[in-house]
């Protein structure tokens, strides 16, 4: 059964503090790993997917990487408005398996 | 380009009667997948249509089911409803479906069975 777990629940950063968020994953025939940003009442806002170990892509203070197991995501001098929930999902060629998220909050 | 809609936003139901959500895609967008979000379980995939087609389906009742019309628009049923089937559903389309397509998420229904 494939599986994405996601470390830690919840970070609270101070704005400037950078940290990683941890995904690992087991995935049958993984077909791309996706992160997602989750604003309160809102869906998933998509934000990379990775196809291969050794991959990284960015985006503004985000940073994501891909290993055989595992996936972070680097936040580089956070800022207020990057408060969310992080979710990350691995992708077969059923379905996207979602792991529980990282809920972040950036202190001012 | 319009995102993904998804009607209505919220709902209230009363257990054992049924419902139906609706979701348009991003035009062009051809697959469309439904989730289940609780905090306890989290996201949870529930079937994807594909040109109308049932391609794969996640682990529920046969209580929950869809549909996908020829304008890749979509529905899903939820029938006897009981106060489990609170939730946030999802849908996302995507051009290609599931696998290592990135997939767009409405801004999901909200159901809240009493």
């Known amino acids: 059964e494939d599986q994405v777990t996601q470390s830690p629940e919840a970070l609270r950063l101070q704005e400037g503090e950078s940290s990683s968020l941890n995904c690992s994953y087991t995935?049958?025939?993984?077909?791309?790993l996706f992160w997602y940003r989750q604003d309160p009442g809102k869906g998933p806002e998509f934000l990379f997917t990775?196809?291969?170990a050794g991959e990284e892509k960015e985006k503004e203070r985000l940073k994501a990487t891909l290993t055989k197991k595992e996936s972070f995501l680097h936040i580089t001098a956070p800022k207020p408005e990057d408060s969310a929930t992080y979710l990350c999902?691995?992708?077969?060629?059923?379905?996207?398996?979602f792991g529980s998220g990282t809920q972040l909050t950036v202190l001012p | 380009k319009a995102g993904v809609t998804q009607t209505p936003r919220y709902l209230i139901k009363t257990r054992g009667q049924q419902v139906t959500l609706s979701c348009s895609p991003i035009?062009?967008?051809?697959?469309v997948s439904w989730y289940q979000q609780t905090p306890g379980q989290g996201l949870q995939f529930l079937f994807e249509y594909f040109s109308e087609t049932q391609r794969n389906k996640g682990n529920f009742p046969g209580r929950f089911s869809g549909r996908q019309f020829s304008n890749s628009r979509s529905e899903m049923n939820v029938s006897t409803l009981e106060l489990g089937d609170s939730a946030l559903y999802l849908c996302a389309s995507s051009f290609a479906g599931t696998g290592g397509n990135e997939q767009y998420f409405g801004p999901g229904t909200r159901l809240t069975v009493t």
């Open positions: 035009s062009g967008h051809r697959s």
């Open positions: 990775l196809y291969s």
């Open positions: 999902a691995g992708g077969s060629a059923r379905q996207l398996t």
């Open positions: 995935v049958s025939g993984l077909r791309g």
